[in-house]
């Protein structure tokens, strides 16, 4: 082996040792912000848990106020070719529960869906389809909050045009499968319909969308139903 190969090998073993590990999606920048984004390789080797444990990591940062120093600029650049996000998160409208702040996540990491009461139709179901079965996400998030409008409007039987009668459809089968007095100033039975609520639309998910749910059968997805306190910032998981 001569002077040059030596360098040539050696040159690639530092090479080797200097490419971040595989799990460590994350590159940090020079004043500690981190600049890298998710990869191909990041997102094959992701499995659901982990990303889910990702997702509950990052709210625990946010709750703490201790969010990671993002290189918003350098993520931008990063993904301007491609996308390979952890995860899928449906979330309501609700500006309170602004979701890639809540799990402290960065350009790139999650796709997000939003519609009041955090409920399913065919626009939603395609969407979450693509994420998982197109672009690899591992993981499904259906997010509910707590005194949702949407779900607070159902209960009153609010009215106001087709339109929000199209959406408040979808929460009310949540509505009667909980017991007590309908009633929308009673935080218990508001709250227990906001989480019968995800779990009904995980249901759907599961029946409607024969996509995700093979992926879920197959080990290639979770899918997860989580409750965000308006309080505190917190995201809980529900059974
Ligand atoms: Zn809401």
Redesign the pocket.
Known sequence: MNTKSIFAAATLAIAFLLTPSITQAHNHGPDGEKSGVMTKDSQDKLTSDAALNDLMEGNKRFVANRPDKLDLPAQVKATATGQYPKAVILS???SR?PVEMVFDQGIGDVFVARV???TEDESVLGSMEYATAVAGSKLVMVL??EA????KAGIDKFEAGENVAHLLGAIEPAIEKVKGDRNSSDKKYVEEVIKVNVQETIDDIRERSPIMAGLEKEGKIKIVGAYYNLHTGEVSLLD
Request: proline letters at 0%; hydrophobic letters at 40%; glycine letters at 24%.
């Open positions: 309501c409208i609700d529960v009041a009461g955090n509910g909050h949702c409008g949407a779900v």
